[in-house]
């Protein structure tokens, strides 16, 4: 989708982290928006930031996970912006924790929020998508649905859930003037939820501002990639050479306190 300008997007997890950023990255292109997350007030923040930076912005508090608040998001971002060109699916959480010690609600919360609720969204708005032969979808993976870490293997599952879902989708809709694309960040500072941990990655793993997420979204949407990794360390080379041989990066992952990283963390959010 080359001109973004006066086009509508409707973004998940809107209301604080990474979403904000992208909010405004898009905005800046000139793309109204539907922003939704469970927070009201928050939401209204990015709403009326956004709004005065000259496009149309609205503000659509919903629980993803529910299947009536999904369908109400998509009625009321079309209703308040007109159709849905580009869909973002960019809410999620993790929770890092042995994982014999994470609840089955917790496990089944991350399942649905991650991986169920954008898979449900994109097929609420690709219809109408293809009918008017253009629109774009955008999921956030992570570095790790590449290769899963210790105490956050859920998060692991879900994540490598929307690459694969995107490679195929993308296929399928090939030649229909709808594509799809996923964003793969590594650990990111300032904004979200490694930063809110109030720790540096390991070197190994690098980190990477939020505004570089939010210019990924945008140029993935505007020129049609596939998948933009947004890493500065080596650790983005890791995922080729994982493909290669498995064994050898989970041994330079725990041999440079990657792993060691999640194993405190896990602690931490038991006391
Ligand atoms: N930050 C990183 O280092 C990093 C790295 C790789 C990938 N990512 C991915 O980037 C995306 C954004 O992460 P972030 O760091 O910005 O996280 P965050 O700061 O924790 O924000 C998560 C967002 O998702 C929303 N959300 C969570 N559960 C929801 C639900 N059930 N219904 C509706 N909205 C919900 C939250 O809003 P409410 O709580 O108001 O509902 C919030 O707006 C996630 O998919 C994450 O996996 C982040």
Redesign the pocket.
Known sequence: MKDLRGKNALL????????PYIARALAKKGVNLAL????AD??QVTAKEVSALGVKAVAIP????DQVGRQRLLEGATAANGAIDILIN?????WVCEYTKLSPELIEQMIQ??LV?PLILSRLALPEMIARRIGHVVM?????GKKGSPYSAT?AAT?AGLIEWTSGVREELRGTGVSASVIC????SD??????YGKHAPRLAGESPPDKVADAVVHAIESDVAEITVNPGPKRLLSIANAISPGTVTWLLRRFGVYEFYRQQAEDNQT
């Open positions: 998940t997890g809107a209301s604080r982290g990474l979403g939704t997350a469970r927070t928050a939401l919903v629980d993803v996970t960019n809410a999620g959480i993790e929020t991650n609720a956030m993976s992570s570095l790790g998060y994540k960040p590594g650990f990111v904004a979200g939820m490694f930063a809110e």
